[in-house]
């Protein structure tokens, strides 16, 4: 079955520490979408990719980064730059901008701090 | 800047009844909004998309609603089930998608 898959499930970040997300698709979409989540709040977006070896920031990219080398895959790095890391992480996929077809999600990533 | 808010929070219902979820958004200027459902601890899951030419959706027991002109969007539940517990989220989308907080729906048995 198609679809996004993320992981680890959950993660935990030491002081100073960067750490990957990984996400995956195999739905052929050409978007892909990082969110943060925090409790209470709706999605913020952190940084999209229309296309692969191009990606922009979102709303809240500072102390993140990504890359889009392949079609299927766009992780992301969250970096010891980012002081509150703890969230929950969603990465979605999509047709192009303007497309009519919904974005999908994978089932999240849960970071913590130690 | 684009805007969406939701309200209420959150909200408890007993079984069976029928329910509506809002969605107010500042920009009217929309290619689409969508209505999403999330599960405690999951991602979300699309349940209606209602294109910026369209009135409204359904899908089984799920009605979506969009006024442009008044930059609200309902989601009407027919029928509440205990399963239909979850958070609720409406976003709109010009390029990317910008959500709402969200409506914690509970169906008591």
């Known amino acids: 079955d198609g679809g996004i898959t993320q992981s680890p499930k959950y993660l935990f970040r030491k002081e100073g520490q960067n750490v990957t997300l990984s996400c995956e698709q195999n739905?052929?979409?050409?978007?892909m979408y990082w969110y943060r989540q925090d409790p209470g709040q709706g999605l913020r977006l952190i940084y999209y990719s229309q296309i692969v070896n191009d990606f922009q920031k979102g709303d809240i990219a500072e102390g993140y980064s990504v890359s889009r080398e392949k079609k299927e895959s766009f992780p992301l790095t969250v970096t010891s730059a980012q002081k509150n890391p703890t969230a929950f992480y969603l990465c979605a996929s999509s047709t192009p901008r303007g497309s009519d077809q919904p974005q999908h999600f994978g089932d999240g990533t849960r970071l913590s701090i130690l | 800047k684009q805007e969406v808010t939701q309200i209420p929070a959150a909200l408890s219902v007993p079984e069976g009844e029928n329910l509506v979820l809002n969605c107010s958004f500042t920009?009217?200027?929309?290619?689409?909004l969508q209505w999403f459902r999330q599960d405690p601890g999951k991602g979300l899951t699309s349940l209606l998309l209602?294109?910026?030419?369209?009135r409204e959706q359904t899908s089984g027991r799920l009605n979506a609603s969009l006024d442009k002109s008044s930059g609200r969007s309902t989601l009407y539940i027919a029928a509440s089930q205990p399963g239909d517990s979850a958070t609720y989220l409406c976003a709109v989308r010009r390029g990317k998608l910008i959500f709402g907080q969200g409506t914690e729906l509970s169906v008591k048995p």
């Open positions: 209602i294109q910026s030419s369209q």
């Open positions: 739905l052929n979409h050409d978007a």
């Open positions: 920009d009217s200027a929309i290619y689409n």
